[in-house]
């Protein structure tokens, strides 16, 4: 073989593998029921918990419970705002993308909506 026919090859034969990894996502498994999503605030763990049905979150932090919607703009994606803000900030709605799934939880990315700086998280499925 050539030199120009084993890179052809070589960059099929990549891209064959390439395409053949497909993360799977199981995101209607995460829409309801009860969560655990633990982050690092100064050094320290924290965890807050939240119960989700298809359009409502009630989430518990530091003792402290909000109400949320959540619309949903697809299987893996959903957009979360404070029902009752009792500030500027809470204000904010949050882009939410379910990343990957599996049979414990999932990890996703989420931002303010509008801002591009996005970070990441894992959440637990409680059972």
Partial sequence: MSFSTTRIVFILFTFTLVSC??????????KTGSFEFTQEIDGKSETSHFERNDSIQIETFRGKTD???VRWINDCEYIVKNIHPKNRA???AIHIKILT????G???EYAF?????KQRGTVTKVK
């Fill in 101 to 104: 799934t599996s049979d414990e």
């Fill in 113 to 117: 909506v509008g801002e591009a700086k």
């Fill in 21 to 30: 990894y497909n993360q799977d996502r199981d995101c209607k498994d995460f």
């Fill in 90 to 92: 809470e204000k904010k």
């Fill in 67 to 69: 109400t949320l919607s």
């Fill in 106 to 108: 999932y990890v996703f």
